[in-house]
């Protein structure tokens, strides 16, 4: 008879402390700090892109109206703006992640890297 553990020992632990983390202030703060961001931007983003389907659709006149030369409209530059809006908002979001998601992450992904080390269920 062996006094090991059973092998399912360190898989219920780690999900019981995964439920914990889950369950943490810690955790709660790293949802909303996601939250607070990604709600805000997606909502600003379509409004954004909603703003030119429309103007697209209902104001003809305006997003042809030329800017520059015979072929640089309204509507071409709003079309290009969408593009330099999507690559601002992925520029905001990976200096947020840096300074306020990643080092939370960190801090919760290496307490349940010790957690699961400790009980070797974890390679």
Known sequence: MSTDTPASAPAE???ERYL???RSDEFAGLRRALRGFVFP???AF????????ILSAYARGFMG???FGSHINVALVFGLLQFVSTFVIAWLYSRFADRR????ADRIRAE???VTHEHGSRG
């Open 13 to 15: 632990s780690a999900a």
């Open 20 to 22: 914990a983390v889950q």
């Open 41 to 43: 931007m997606t909502v």
């Open 46 to 53: 379509f409004l954004w892109y909603a703003l030119y389907v």
């Open 65 to 67: 109206t030329k800017l």
């Open 101 to 104: 998601i990643d080092p939370v």
């Open 112 to 114: 349940i890297g010790e």
